[in-house]
């Protein structure tokens, strides 16, 4: 892995060499208006040592539930790192202040984690269902219900600086990892913003969605520990599922995949001014949703991974289950 300097890009240090620490949490800290059945995702800096994950040494905790039983499924993003997906059999309790803490995991090589936690809130009512698919975003306004966007989100006509709308239409949802990028917000934490559909149905096993991959990390973070991330949460009445999408190193491992351009409201999708962003082609991503049951709550994040100096944007249009 390449580990890279930071020092002339104006953003949090890059992370220390042998500190091995959760470098990411979705929900982020301070989100808001959390659905209750979301699962909780932790972004490692190192392979994990999966036996020493325990009810002990990752805890959820709740103002209101106490102390709640977790799950934990593990994936890899293409640097090799760990992603943790914590999932709970209950709903967590509307309105509670909702706690996670990790102290006694160890890498891989025996390293100890640096102790931490990450607080958020769930939402106050139960959040109206979107129903029957699919969800194609269109004008300049995210649907009246069931869809929710916390973070630097929007829904924009026409290009996104060289990105042009998918599917051919007239416009498309976008949500980064920074601040102000797509809309007049900020990402929860500098790092974070997450689109949440709520109770989708309509029969079918395999949820999909078309979209493009756009980053200021590209093209000269390509293999470093600054692997900002897509990332896709399903859960539904039977169980949930969390799967990396796609990341910078993924799609930067071959470079014929991306074409350079600018970005955003303001010509770059970093608030340093940076314009060597570069975008992905128009792709689709898919889940395998046959054994969760319906309805879904389907949550999709763009996650700055290692620092939030440079930022990554999502653009997303038809999601469907098929």
């Known amino acids: 892995m390449i580990t890279a300097s930071r020092a002339n890009r104006g953003g949090p240090k890059p992370l220390q060499t042998g500190i091995f620490e959760v470098v990411q949490t979705i929900p982020a800290y301070g989100t808001t208006l959390v659905d209750p ?9 190192d392979v994990v040592d999966q036996t020493t994950v325990t009810s002990s040494t990752i805890q959820l905790n709740g103002t209101v539930s106490g102390l709640i ?34 102290n006694g995991v160890k890498s891989a090589s025996g390293t100890s984690i640096l102790p931490g936690s990450s607080t958020f809130d769930v939402a106050a009512t139960t959040p109206t269902s979107f129903g029957a698919g699919p969800v194609v975003f269109t004008g300049t306004s995210f649907p ?3 869809v929710v966007c916390v973070g630097d989100c929007a829904v924009l006509s026409g290009a996104f600086g060289s990105a042009p709308p998918i599917l051919n239409t007239t416009s498309s949802a ?11 917000s900020f990402a929860i934490a500098d790092t974070t913003s997450t689109l949440t559909v709520h109770g989708l149905t309509n029969g079918g096993s395999t949820l999909s969605f078309s979209y493009r991959f756009i980053s200021a990390e590209f093209p000269d973070y390509i293999g470093s520990e600054f692997d900002d991330v897509f990332t896709v949460m399903v859960s539904g009445p039977s169980g949930a599922k969390v799967q990396t999408v796609n990341s910078v190193n993924q799609l930067g491992a071959n470079m014929a995949n991306l074409t350079a351009g600018t970005f955003g409201n303001d010509g770059a999708v970093n608030a340093s001014g940076d314009t060597k962003a570069m975008m992905s082609a128009e792709l689709t991503g898919s889940v395998n949703v046959s054994t969760l049951g319906t309805p879904l709550t389907v949550s999709l994040s763009a996650s700055d991974v290692g620092d939030s100096a440079y930022d990554t944007v999502v653009e997303l249009n038809n999601i469907r289950i098929q």
Not at 174 to 184: A, E, P, R
């Open 174 to 184: 976008y949500f980064s990892s920074g601040y102000s990028v797509t809309g007049l």
């Open 69 to 102: 039983p977790v799950t934990a499924s593990f994936d890899s993003v293409c640097s090799g790192n760990t992603v943790a997906a914590l999932t709970h059999a209950t709903p967590l309790a509307l309105n509670e202040v909702v706690t996670v803490d990790w």
């Open 144 to 146: 009246a219900s069931g």
């Open 37 to 45: 059945s979301s699962p909780i995702i932790l972004f490692f800096n």
